[in-house]
T-cell receptor, first 113, second 115 residues
Framework: EPEVTQTPSHQVTQMGQEVILRCVPISNHLYFYWYRQILGQKVEFLVSFYNNEISEKSEIFDDQFSVERPDGSNFTLKIRSTKLEDSAMYFC???????????FGAGTRLSVL | KQEVTQIPAALSVPEGENLVLNCSFTDSAIYNLQWFRQDPGKGLTSLLLIQSSQREQTSGRLNASLDKSSGRSTLYIAASQPGDSATYLCAVTTYSGGGADGLTFGKGTHLIIQP
């Protein structure tokens, strides 16, 4: 069964460093998403992406964040200068209309020290 | 702003019982509602999706209902098993016309099924 793949599973970085989280969405899906879940809190929407541009973003997705689809298969989330409060689990998801069921990857745990 | 609330926050029942998890949302203008399962330290597994025009969806021992006008959904689990132990999340999306709408999640119900 097709699945969303995320790498790495765990990323440790120093505060102020740039990180890139990678995702391979399901191959025939057209809509891509990033979410985060701070430990013990709700899953929060960050951004959605369609047709090579951002479709929707939340107030969390500020100038420190960017997304890119560098080729036909990868979808990345970049955090330019990490802060301690960026420590969270980051989930990638993908979907296709009409049902628009969002399928999630296993997540990348980001630890900012 | 859409808010999703799930009750109860935690539930522990003996194996074999039927149970109901509740979800409510403040803005009834939703496109669809999804129920997910999350195991500790793992990703989210989609269980059921209900379109706004539907009243319920069934998959195996799971049945989800939707009352859009009152802003409520329930997830019914029949004949619960220890393997059903997980956190169950409810999430809604609002159709903005763009298609790629983000999900708004509740905090989840942490379910423990005692053998």
């Amino acid at each position: 069964e097709p699945e969303v793949t995320q790498t790495p599973s765990h990323q440790v970085t120093q505060m102020g460093q740039e990180v890139i989280l990678r995702c391979v969405p399901i191959s025939n899906h057209l809509y891509f998403y990033w979410y985060r879940q701070i430990l013990g809190q709700k899953v929060e929407f960050l951004v959605s992406f369609y047709n090579n541009e951002i479709s929707e973003k939340s107030e969390i997705f500020d100038d420190q964040f960017s997304v890119e689809r560098p080729d036909g298969s990868n979808f990345t989330l970049k955090i330019r200068s990490t802060k301690l409060e960026d420590s969270a689990m980051y989930f990638c998801a993908s979907s296709v209309l009409p049902k628009n069921i969002q399928y999630f990857g296993a997540g990348t745990r980001l630890s900012v020290l | 702003k859409q808010e999703v609330t799930q009750i109860p926050a935690a539930l522990s029942v003996p194996e074999g019982e039927n149970l109901v998890l509740n979800c409510s949302f403040t803005d009834s203008a939703i496109y669809n509602l999804q129920w997910f399962r999350q195991d500790p330290g793992k990703g989210l597994t989609s269980l059921l999706l209900i379109q706004s025009s539907q009243r319920e969806q069934t998959s195996g021992r799971l049945n989800a209902s939707l009352d859009k006008s009152s802003g409520r959904s329930t997830l019914y689990i029949a004949a619960s098993q220890p393997g059903d132990s997980a956190t169950y999340l409810c999430a809604v999306t609002t159709y903005s016309g763009g298609g790629a709408d983000g999900l708004t999640f509740g905090k989840g119900t942490h379910l423990i099924i005692q053998p």
